[in-house]
């Protein structure tokens, strides 16, 4: 990694399979280490059950509110500011319980590569 500013140049939202709208703020092999993209998930609507093998993740909500679901266990409701840490290999899903958009920042480390997600739906 190299000491740098990342402009931010507004790439493109895509939906995915998990049923959530990601925009990729930062994944490219020059920083290997992590990798930041923002996820929405519309009202009402819960992610597929999915894992990530050898990448741990961190969610960092910044809008609306949803309940997480890790490892099979109860759900949390979580709330802008709150962090959710999950480590390699723990399924989980989220679900936007509110009437607007749940928005969160997705900081995975080492970056997120499609190889290591694995479906559990």
């Known amino acids: ?6 402009q931010y140049n507004s790439p493109e939202e895509y939906y995915t399979p998990e ?3 990601i925009n990729e703020t930062g994944n490219n092999s020059d920083d290997a280490d992590v ?3 923002r996820a929405r998930i519309v009202p ?3 992610t597929a059950w999915h894992q990530l093998t050898s990448t741990s993740e961190r969610y960092i909500i910044i809008s609306g509110i ?5 490892d099979y266990a109860e759900p949390i409701k ?8 999950i ?11 509110h009437n607007e958009d749940l928005v969160f920042y997705c900081i995975c480390s080492p970056r997120f590569q499609a ?5 559990l739906d």
């Open 87 to 97: 480590p390699p290999g723990i399924p989980q899903r989220i679900t936007n319980i």
């Open 35 to 37: 990798s930041i993209s």
């Open 66 to 70: 949803g309940e997480v679901e890790l």
């Open 1 to 6: 990694m190299k000491a740098e500013v990342k």
């Open 78 to 85: 979580v709330n802008p500011g709150d962090i959710v840490k």
């Open 19 to 21: 049923r959530c709208f």
């Open 44 to 46: 009402g609507v819960t």
């Open 115 to 119: 190889e290591n997600y694995v479906s």
